[in-house]
Antibody
């Protein structure tokens, strides 16, 4: 059974950069069948896809965040990471990592981590 | 971007009721639609992909239908553990987008 676990700071200051890591177990980020994704959910609101990365390093980002987002993969650690820059209060959300397949979409999710942007 | 509109935004039903909720895409997405169940404080759980294919381990009381722009999720016999918010999501084109959710509560 594939498991994903997010890690990173729960509080970040405005204008700074958020850095989160997703550690994958029970499966490999190097598998050619999957794309490794980040999704966020502001408190009490809906879900927003941030972007994903393929094991080769190719990425696809949501244009609404494109200029501020970087997703990278570390195959040796079976991890992938999210960096989101120029933070504002609007970036306060629960951030989920998830596995994506083009046929079955998001089939496995991490438990999510709350990131609060505040001074 | 493809906009996904879910209705109703919330509903209240009794144990054993048949519950139906809809999802409409702003343009055709073939059958590339998924449904997720999310309980408070938890990650979404995949229920259905490709409009009607049940994810492994999901009870058969959940069913999906539709194609193109209009889709439906049905719970055949509502149970207390089905209280949750249900989201649709299209994966026909980028950016991937979700509906606003339908919150299902027990009467």
């Amino acid at each position: 059974q594939v498991q994903l676990q997010e890690s990173g700071p729960g509080l970040v200051r405005p204008s700074e950069t958020l850095s989160l890591t997703c550690t994958v177990s029970g499966g490999s980020v190097s598998s050619g069948s999957y794309y490794w994704s980040w999704i966020r959910q502001p408190p009490g609101k809906g879900l927003e896809w941030i972007g994903y990365i393929y094991y080769s390093g190719s990425t696809n980002y949501n244009p609404s965040l494109n200029t501020r987002v970087t997703i990278s993969v570390e195959t040796s650690k079976n991890q992938f990471s999210l960096k989101l820059s120029s933070l504002t209060a609007a970036d306060t959300a629960v951030y989920f990592c998830a596995r994506f397949r083009t046929v079955t979409t998001f089939d496995f999710w991490g438990q999510g981590t709350l990131v609060t942007v505040s001074s | 971007d493809i906009q996904m509109t879910q209705s109703p935004s919330s509903l209240s039903a009794s144990v054993g009721d048949r519950v139906t909720m809809t999802c409409r895409a702003s343009q055709g997405i073939s059958n590339q639609l998924a449904w997720f169940q999310q309980k408070p404080g938890k990650a979404p759980k995949s229920l259905i992909y490709a409009a009607f294919s049940l994810e492994s381990g999901v009870p058969s009381k959940f069913s999906g239908s539709g194609s193109g722009t209009d889709f439906t999720l049905t719970i055949s016999s509502l149970q207390p553990e089905d209280s949750a918010t249900y989201y649709c999501q299209q994966y026909n084109s980028y950016p991937l987008t979700f509906g606003g959710g339908t919150k299902v509560e027990m009467k």
